[in-house]
């Protein structure tokens, strides 16, 4: 099995990871550390109070853990036609959306719906699943300035409203 170059899957720009995920007009109801570039550790530019509204322009997703699936039985994924052979290694990369992924099979990229289980019962289980972080990019208005940075959109406590066109 070939693995993917480093950087073809670490860093997937533009990206909204998960269904009706949309960039615009948010509040950052919970306040926030913005960031000079997307890294946990990058100099701090400012921060985020509670309620405060923002517009975020982009954002990027970081696969900081690729997954890896095991196929033990020959199967064929019905919705893509893409037939998976006992004996293959599906690495996992970012999610794109309603069940489909970012994969690495064979040497090539691929897009996949979701096919396996955790247990392997159907052929196919997952061994550990990606791990991933979503930074936003945010222009946030200020008295006579405007701040602009990365915010980590997958801290714990961080709650922000306007992120899902679907009413969330």
């Known amino acids: 099995m070939s693995a993917p170059p480093r950087s073809l899957a670490r860093v997937v720009h533009g990206a909204c990871p998960f269904e009706c995920c949309q960039y615009g007009r948010w509040t950052v109801v919970s306040g926030g550390v913005l960031r000079a570039t997307q890294a946990a550790g990058a100099p701090i530019v400012g921060r985020i109070a509670p309620g405060t509204a923002v517009l975020a322009d982009s954002g990027l997703v970081v696969v900081d853990t690729i997954g890896v699936v095991a196929v033990s ?6 919705e893509g036609g893409r037939t998976f052979a006992r004996g293959d290694t599906v690495l996992l990369l970012d999610y794109q959306g309603e069940g489909a992924r970012g994969a690495w099979l064979r040497g090539h990229l691929i897009t996949v719906m979701e096919f396996w289980t955790a247990t392997g019962a159907n052929g196919a289980k997952l061994v550990h699943a990606p791990h991933t972080l979503w930074w936003a990019h945010l222009t ?5 300035d405007t701040l602009r ?3 980590n959109m997958s801290a714990d406590s961080l709650r922000v409203d306007g992120t899902d066109m679907c009413g969330g």
């Open 73 to 78: 039985d020959m199967m064929t994924d019905i």
């Open 140 to 144: 946030v208005p200020q008295q006579g």
């Open 149 to 151: 940075g990365w915010l």
